[in-house]
């Protein structure tokens, strides 16, 4: 299911394109790894910023201690959205535990 809270406005056209690509990557993580029988995405507009958040009730994973880690540990996927997040000045946060499920947190300035 999907929630957007705040006051919807459209964006810069390449902002919009990797909100959307970092969605897109998410949730074919889901898909791919996670095993869940649910997915919610939240989509939170805000004065300063776009937060996006993909939230699933799969197997979950231990997530590496640095986010440069990342590639190390495989997850090319997750590389590729902080990198893309960080491209626009902003930050990407994973949260996850084996068993827990994840729950993927982007942050994207509007200014």
Do not use: C, K
Request: glycine share 12%.
């Amino acid at each position: 299911s999907a929630t957007i809270i705040g006051e919807e406005r459209r964006l810069a056209p390449d902002l919009e394109l990797a909100a959307y690509r970092i969605v897109q990557q998410a949730l074919a993580n889901v898909v791919a790894h996670a095993g869940a029988a649910q997915a919610w995405i939240e989509v939170r507009f805000a004065s300063d910023g776009l937060t996006l958040g993909v939230r699933d009730d799969g197997r979950g994973f231990r997530p590496p201690d640095q986010p440069s880690d990342l590639a190390a540990a495989g997850h090319f996927g997750l590389m590729g959205m902080r990198e893309r997040a960080m491209l626009y000045g902003g930050r990407l946060q994973i949260d996850a535990a084996a068993g827990q499920g994840a729950t993927i947190t982007a942050w994207l300035p509007l200014a």
